[in-house]
C-alpha cells in the first residue's frame, strides 16, 4: 500500500469543486461537490441520533434503495435538522438542482450539510450553488482540496488523504476528505465524510467492509461527547480501475479493506486532532483485555474524560483521572492487575502498577505530554483483546467557539 | 417542613469541627470531624467506580456490618485512591486516632477522603488532626460552618442546608454539608455530603430511605461527566428528637422522607450550581415522558451535553444542541412531538415545537439565559413520568482549574 497525494479526486474518473454559495457566510467557499460521469456503487454509515437532519434521511433512501450514485452535494453553512417538512423538500430540491445541471436523475445525487441547527436554508442560494459547482467540476488534485476546503465549519485545517494499492495488476486508489471539530462523538460516524475509489467492487461487500471498517476507526473518536444530528459517512466506487469486480471475501477483497480502513482510520484521527480548541491529539490505547467490546469502552471512557482532556492541555501526568475513567467505564477488572503508560515521540515511561503509582519522573512524564500526540497505553492483563481510540485535549478555545458559535 | 440554619450541627446532639491539618495546603482548614455522643443509626450510598478509594472500602464494612457509628473525620488534601495496602492501613490509622481520642470503638469512626488520587497520605499529620479535631468539637452552628469549610476542595463556597419537621409532636431536624465541585457525575452519590438528623429510626429503614431518595437527587447531578473514586454520602441518625422509633413505612417515615429529600435535593443542587468554573445551575426538566428512566436518561443527557453547557455559558439560545443531546440519549421519541421551553426568574419562553424552531424572540431568550438558574423545560407528550437533572455552564475556568489542579 502506498500513501499518495491528493483526497477525493485521487481516484480514476471523480471530479470536485468547491464554491462560495453564500448560504450562511460571506467570504468563504460553502458548498462543495463530488462527480463521477460513471455510475457508482454507493455505501454510506449515518448517525444513529434520534433526531436526524433531512439530508441523512435522503442519503439513507438513496444508499439503501439504489445502492448507487454519482453525485454529492454538500453546504457547510447549515445543517438542515430540526427543520421538518420544509427542510425535506428543500433537501430533495437542493439534490434536483444538482441533477438537472448534470444530466442526471435526482435519485443519483447524495446530499450532505452541516452548520447550525434548526435554520432552514436559504434554498435559491443552494440551488445556485449546485448549478455553478456542475459548472466547476474538475479532476485535479487542486479541485478535491478546494471542496475539503468548502465542507469545513470550525474545522482549522482540510481534512483529505489517499492510497494506492495493486489488485489484480491493476492500481486502484481509495481517497477520502471529511469535516468535523465539534460535536463529535463516537456512535457512527460523527462527521462528515467522503471516500471515493475507482475499485470495482459488489454494493453488498462495499457496505459491509464500510460498516465493519467505521467500527474500529470513525466510531472510536471523540472530541466533546455529542453525537450529531448529520453525521455521515459515504462511499463511492465508480469501478474504473479495471480490476475484476470483488464479489467475494478474498484475497483482492482484504486489499482493498485495508486500503480503506487505512483512509478511514487517518480521516477519523484528523478528525480528532483537529477538535474544536485541541492543541494535541491524545490516543488511548487499551491492551490485554479480555473482549474487544470491553477495550473500546475502557479507551472511550478514557478519551472521553473532561478532567483527563483538561490534564493532558496542561501537560499534568494526572495519571489517577485515567485509571478513574477506566473505573466508571462499566467494565470489571482488577485495579491492582492494570499498568498504565504514557507514550509519544519523547519517549514511553511507565506511571502505574501493583494498584500504586510506579517509580517515574515528572519531568520526564511531562516531556512526553507536551508532544503533539500523546497515547494512554492500558495493559489490563486480562486477555488477548486490544483497541485505540482517539480524542483530543481540553482547552479554554473549546468553550470559546463553542460559547460563541451560533451567535 | 421548616427551613433552619445551619448543617451537620443543628440536629441535637451532633458536634463538629475544622483544623488545619497541612494534609496537602498551609493555611487551610483541611480536615472536619461530626460526632454524636449517642451511638447513632448509619446509612450509606457509595461511588459505583470500580476503583474505589480505601476510606470508601473502609466506610462500606462499617455501614453494612455495623449499621452504627458515632463519628466520621474528612480530609480534603489527599483522596487515599489508588493507593495500595498502604491506603488502607492508613486509613485505618486515622479511624483509631480519633476513636483514641473520643473514647469509641474504631469500627464507630467513618472516614472521608477527597483531593488528588495516588498520593499516600502523612499520616502522622492525619493522626494528630483527629486528635485535636476530637478536642474542638462543638454543637454550635458556627462549628457546622468551620467543618463545611474544611471538607472544600474547588469548591468556591461551603455548602449546607437544614429543615425541621413535627414527628408524633416531637420536632425531628435533618441537616447536612457536602463538597463537589469537579469528578461529579450521576452515578452514586458523586461526592462527599454527610446528613445527620436527630429521628428515631431503624437502621434498614434509614438505609432504604437514603438509596431511593439519592436516585432522585445526588444521582441526577453531573459537572463534568467524570465519577469519582471516592463518592460517599453517610447519614447518621441518633434518635435524640424522642420521637417514637420509626420501624414502618407510616405517616412518620413520610415526613422524615420529605425532609430527608428536602436536605439531599438543596445540597445536589449546591454541588451543580458551585460546579468547577460554573456561572449558572443548569437544570433540564423532561415531563410526559412514557418512563421514569427515560425521564431521567433524557434530563441526564442534556445537562451533560458538553456542547449545550457551552452554550448557556454563552446565554445563547442554540436549542438544537438541546434537541441533539436527547436524540443521542438512547432514548426512542418523536421528534416532531417533543416541545421545548426555556425558563428563570426572567420568565417562561417556548422555544421548539412541531418539529421546528417556535416564533420567539431571541432577545427575551437571551434574558432568560442571562439568570444564575436556567432550565430546560422538555415535554416529551408521551407519558405521565417525570425527571430533572442538575448541572452548570461549561467555561474557560473549569478548563484552568483542571489544566491546572494537581501541580
Known sequence: ???????????????????EAGVKYQNRKDMAMVYSAAA??????????????????WDKDVVHKNASAQ????????ANACTGKQGLAYCERTAAAAAKALGIGTDSVLVCSTGVIGMQLPIEKLEDGAARLAGMLQGTLEAGTEAACAIMTTDTVPKQVAVSVEIGGKTVTVGGMCKGSGMIHPNMCTMLAFVTTDVCISGELLQEALSADVEDTFNMVSVDGDTSTND???????????NAEIREKNEDYAIFYEALHAVNEALAKKIAADGEGATALFAAKVVHADTKAHAKTLAKSVITSSLTKAAIFGHDANWGRILCALG???????????ELY????AGKLQI????????????????????????????????????????????????????????
Do not use: H
Open 40 to 57: 457508482c456503487r454507493a455505501a454510506g454509515v449515518f448517525t444513529r441520533n434520534i433526531v436526524q437532519a433531512a439530508p441523512v434521511l
Open 328 to 338: 466508571y467505564s462499566g467494565v470489571s477488572f482488577d485495579p491492582e492487575a492494570v
Open 352 to 407: 502505574f502498577k501493583d494498584g500504586i503509582a510506579a517509580d517515574y519522573s515528572e519531568e520526564e512524564a511531562t516531556a512526553i505530554l507536551s508532544c503533539q500526540e500523546v497515547t494512554a497505553l492500558v495493559d489490563m492483563k486480562m486477555g488477548q483483546e486490544q483497541a485505540t481510540a482517539w480524542g483530543c485535549d481540553l482547552t479554554y478555545e473549546y468553550v470559546k467557539i463553542n460559547a460563541d458559535y451560533r451567535s
Open 232 to 242: 455521515t459517512l459515504l462511499v463511492l466506487a465508480n469501478g474504473q480501475a479495471g
Open 342 to 345: 504514557l507514550e509519544s515521540s
Open 71 to 78: 453525485a454529492v452535494v454538500v453546504n457547510s453553512g447549515i
Open 1 to 19: 500500500m502506498k500513501w499518495i497525494q491528493g483526497g477525493v479526486t485521487s481516484a480514476k474518473g471523480f471530479m470536485a469543486a468547491g464554491v
